[in-house]
């Protein structure tokens, strides 16, 4: 369990760090707009290492990635719909149809950040006895 934890928790960390890097290379963003993610993301990477210990025993290590894309999925809903983060981030209402879309984006990356995390768990493990 402290394998998936600690791959969890490495590729969450990774990831806020080039975002963040991103967000504060963004001209026209101020930290009073994106204050709100910011808080969000010292929660990342502690929320990806309890979910990828949560992972069921039958999809480690095979399915991770769309075990992670259910987290996506959850994330991107809330970020969108319950936070409306895109309307706070860009001054002005955002469309449902343009929030779906970013739901469906995060979905894509956040299972294309558990191959990631899939890879690094297989890596923590060590080689396979022969």
């Keep these: 369990m402290f394998q998936r934890f600690a791959a ?10 080039i975002a963040a890097l991103a967000l504060a290379l963004t001209p026209g963003l101020t930290f009073a707009r ?21 992972t ?3 999809w480690m290590p095979n399915r991770l990635p769309l075990w ?4 996506g999925f959850f994330a991107g809903s809330m970020g ?5 983060l895109p309307s706070r981030f860009f001054g002005q209402p955002v469309s449902i149809l343009v929030r ?9 990356f956040y299972y294309l950040m558990w191959m990631l995390v899939r890879r690094a768990c297989r890596w923590l493990a060590g080689p396979t006895p022969a």
């Design 68 to 71: 992670g894309a259910f987290l």
């Design 80 to 84: 969108a719909f319950v936070l409306n």
């Design 100 to 108: 779906a879309i970013a739901v469906l984006v995060m979905t894509l």
């Design 34 to 54: 994106i204050y709100p993610l910011a808080i969000l993301w010292c929660c990342v990477p502690f929320a990806w290492g309890v979910w990828a210990v949560l």
């Design 56 to 58: 069921p025993s039958a």
């Design 8 to 17: 969890g928790t490495a590729i969450a960390s990774i990831v806020v760090a």
